[in-house]
Structures are given as C-alpha cells and as structure tokens.
C-alpha cells in the first residue's frame, strides 16, 4: 500500500537548480520522517537528507550542505529537494524513502528518477 513516487529529474547544467518531487500514498505521511537517497554511477547508495514528520528538523549529508534542502508540505503529502548549485558529482539516481518509526532505518523507497549535471 505505500506508495513513493519521485519526479522532477532531468538534465540540468552544472550551478544550475533543480527541484524534486516524492509523492507519497497509503500512509500517515505526517507523522514519518522522509529522507533522500542517492546513487551515483558506479557507486553505491549515499543517504543525502533527513526531514522529521512535523518538518522543523532536518539533516544533510556534508556534500550537499548549504547546496540542497530537503522541506515537506504535510497538506500535500510532498516530500521535496530543492538541489542549487548542482556539480556534475550530483548526477545520480535519487530515491524518495520513508522511515520506520522515528528515526529508524529506510523502510520503502519509490522508484527514483534520475539527475544527470552535465554541459
């Protein structure tokens, strides 16, 4: 029954923005915490972000701090990630996840969409 599903990935050149979007479904998106996980080519999987359920609280991954936030909209049941400043080590593949109680481990993950930073 959960349901994630990101959009908003694409080409985009370096230092430019891009803004993603997790819908989520089938559960009580505003009591969990959501995070944002990526995997470049040939790499394996990064945690980039952490957002808690009522969104005052949120943690990013050193490569992305300052560059990438990571806020929610409760009404909508969004997860985003505003990425600015984007570097060609940005492309990747990002999964939208959903955690388990509190601050608990990734529990289901949507099916990604893809960010390549490139001229």
């Known amino acids: 029954q959960v349901q994630l599903v990101e959009s908003g990935g694409g080409l985009v050149q370096p230092g430019g923005s891009l803004r993603l979007s997790c819908a989520a479904s089938g559960f009580t998106f505003s009591t969990y915490v959501m995070s944002w996980v990526r995997q470049a080519p040939g790499k394996g999987l990064e945690w980039v972000s952490d957002?808690?359920?009522?969104?005052?609280?949120?943690h990013y991954a050193d490569p992305v701090k300052g560059r990438f936030t990571t806020p929610r909209d409760n009404t909508k049941n969004t997860l985003y990630l505003q990425m600015n400043s984007l570097k060609p080590k940005s492309t990747a593949i990002y999964y939208c996840?959903?955690?388990?109680?509190?601050?608990?481990?990734?529990?289901?993950w949507g099916q990604g969409t893809r960010v390549t930073v490139s001229s």
């Open positions: 957002i808690n359920s009522v969104g005052d609280t949120t």
């Open positions: 996840a959903k955690r388990r109680t509190g601050w608990g481990g990734c529990r289901y």
